[in-house]
C-alpha cells in the first residue's frame, strides 16, 4: 500500500518502528515519541542514511515531522529528507549550525524530561533513558576538544 494512502491509523503504527522511507539520501529510520506538551509531541529521529548506512539521532523532532516524512513519495528533492530538511531545519543550515542545534535540542529534550514538575507545558514524558543516553553522547557534539 502507498504511503499516501494510509490511514490516521496507519500512520500511528509508524511510531517506534523502523521504516523504509522514499528519499534519494534517507534508507530509512524510526520515530520514538519522548515528550507530550501542549503544542504537539516531540520524539527522537533515528534515520539511517543510504551512503554511509550510519543512524543518526535527531532531537526534538515533532510527530508531524514524521509523518510527513512517511507520506513524502517522490526522491530528489521532493523525499523524506527534504520534508526533514524544510521542517526541523528550516531549510538548511551549515554545518556548525546544525551541530550547534543539535547540542541545544538535546540539552533542552534532557531538561524537561529530568525536570518535567519545572515545564508546565509538559503534559507526559515517555521513554526517558534513551534521552538521558542521547545527552551524554550528544552534549558536546560538533564542539572542539
Known amino acids: 500500500m502507498p504511503m499516501n ?55 526534538m523532532v515533532t510527530r508531524e515531522t514524521w509523518i510527513d516524512m512517511c507520506k513524502a513519495t517522490g526522491a530528489y528533492k521532493q523525499g523524506a529528507f527534504s520534508v526533514f530538511m524544510r521542517q526541523y531545519y528550516h531549510g538548511g543550515l551549515d554545518k556548525e549550525n546544525k551541530e550547534y542545534l543539535a547540542r541545544r535540542n538535546v540539552k533542552n529534550m534532557n531538561k524537561k524530561v529530568t525536570q518535567q514538575g519545572k515545564y508546565k507545558s509538559v503534559i507526559g514524558v515517555v521513554n526517558k533513558s534513551e534521552v538521558t543516553q542521547g545527552y551524554g553522547r550528544y552534549k558536546d557534539y560538533g564542539k572542539q576538544k
Request: charged share 10%; proline share 2%; aromatic share 14%.
Open 5 to 59: 494512502a494510509l490511514t490516521q491509523e496507519n500512520y500511528d503504527s509508524l511510531i517506534g518502528v523502523y521504516v523504509n522511507l522514499s528519499s534519494s539520501a534517507l534508507a530509512g529510520g524510526m520515530w520514538t515519541p519522548v515528550i507530550q506538551q501542549q503544542s504537539g509531541t516531540y520524539g527522537i529521529a533515528s534515520l539511517t542514511f543510504r551512503t554511509s548506512n550510519k543512524s543518526y539521532d535527531y532531537f
